[in-house]
């Protein structure tokens, strides 16, 4: 499975973006996606899953409120929507996919993509 995201950039305090992530080399509808973040000097962290039919999804509490999830199964397209977004969101974004069904869609992902840049000014 091969992804690239997109989408990343500058934008001030309470503004938005919205990421996309395009996958190929595996049909889209079998594989479930997530987007994760780093920023400087800490951890990969989990920000948001959604299984292959997009009925399901799991966002983490501290984005919760501001940013969704969501897929176009026919654009084999993962799409993290961020509102509201602050300057502790900057961080390197990055899709991921997993090629199993699992209940949890928090970890287990076994392909990345190469990262997006969010920069979010005060």
């Known amino acids: 499975v091969q992804l690239q995201a997109s989408g990343g950039g500058l934008v001030q305090a309470g503004g938005s973006l919205r990421l996309s992530c395009a996958a190929s080399?595996?049909?889209?509808?079998?594989?479930?996606m997530g987007w994760f973040r780093q920023a400087p000097g800490k951890e990969r962290e989990f920000i948001a899953g959604?299984?292959?039919?997009?009925?399901?999804?799991d966002v983490a509490e501290s984005v919760e409120a501001r940013f969704t999830i969501y897929r176009d199964n026919a654009k084999n397209t993962v799409y993290l929507r961020m509102n509201g977004l602050k300057p502790e969101d900057t961080a390197v974004y990055f899709c991921?996919?997993?090629?199993?069904?699992?209940?949890?869609?928090?970890?287990?992902?076994?392909?990345w993509g190469q990262g997006t840049l969010v920069t979010v000014s005060s």
């Open positions: 959604i299984n292959r039919s997009g009925m399901r999804t």
């Open positions: 080399g595996r049909a889209f509808s079998s594989i479930e």
């Open positions: 991921a996919a997993r090629t199993y069904p699992s209940d949890i869609l928090r970890d287990g992902y076994n392909y």
